[in-house]
T-cell receptor, first 115, second 113 residues
């Protein structure tokens, strides 16, 4: 079965600094990869997704992510964070064989922004 | 505007009571999902449904039940058999298939008193 690992439970970044959130997946074939963001007490919002093609994908709110097959990774990046980026971030993976049971989510990374 | 609605936003229940969480979508999506979220646990799949009148258990279905009588609606009942029901519950929907993003509702926070 596929799995998703987000190694960092919490990350603290100063406002204006760059950000990278890590995501590793385990699945043999080409995965479908997603990053979601969740503000406290809210639902999840899609930031970006990767299906095929260009391995660097652009998303909303200035985020981007790069798919690296050799490393089984799909790390999320942002050049300069804003205080409003403080939230929980989830990486998710789907597989091409079916997907009837939806996506598999990582346990999330809590992003804290220091002034 | 299309979207997913969940109600109520906050729900309190006494031990031993069943309670039903509502999830409605007007996105014309075929598939719907229920997740449970606990701190540090991420999202865990409770039940999912690909079509009307059909649904399957997810990873943590014990103590929960669902129905899918209409395409737009996928209510979740938390029964008294659920040992630790206090959690944040999220409903999602998609057109189906692994390459389609899931759209999420705003969630319901259930607290057992």
């Amino acid at each position: 079965a596929q799995s998703v690992t987000q190694p960092d439970i919490h990350i603290t970044v100063s406002e204006g600094a760059s950000l990278e959130l890590r995501c590793n997946y385990s699945y043999g074939a080409t995965p479908y990869l997603f990053w979601y963001v969740q503000s406290p007490g809210q639902g999840l919002q899609l930031l970006l997704k990767y299906f095929s093609g260009d391995t660097l994908v652009q998303g909303i709110k200035g985020f981007e992510a790069e798919f690296k097959r050799s490393q089984s990774s799909f790390n999320l990046r942002k050049p300069s964070v804003h205080w409003s980026d403080a939230a929980e971030y989830f990486c998710a993976v789907g597989y091409s064989g079916g997907g009837a049971d939806g996506l598999t989510f990582g346990k999330g990374t809590h992003l804290i922004i220091q002034p | 505007d299309g979207g997913i609605t969940q109600s109520p936003k906050y729900l309190f229940r006494k031990e031993g009571q069943n309670v039903t969480l509502s999830c409605e979508q007007n996105l014309n999506h075929d598939a719907m999902y229920w997740y449970r979220q606990d701190p540090g646990q991420g999202l865990r799949l409770i039940y999912y449904s690909q079509i009307v009148n059909d649904f399957q258990k997810g990873d943590i279905a014990e103590g929960y039940s669902v129905s899918r009588e209409k395409k737009e609606s996928f209510p979740l009942t938390v029964t008294s058999a659920q040992k630790n029901p206090t959690a944040f519950y999220l409903c999602a929907s998609t057109y189906g298939g692994a390459n389609n993003e899931q759209f999420f509702g705003p969630g319901t926070r259930l607290t057992v008193l």
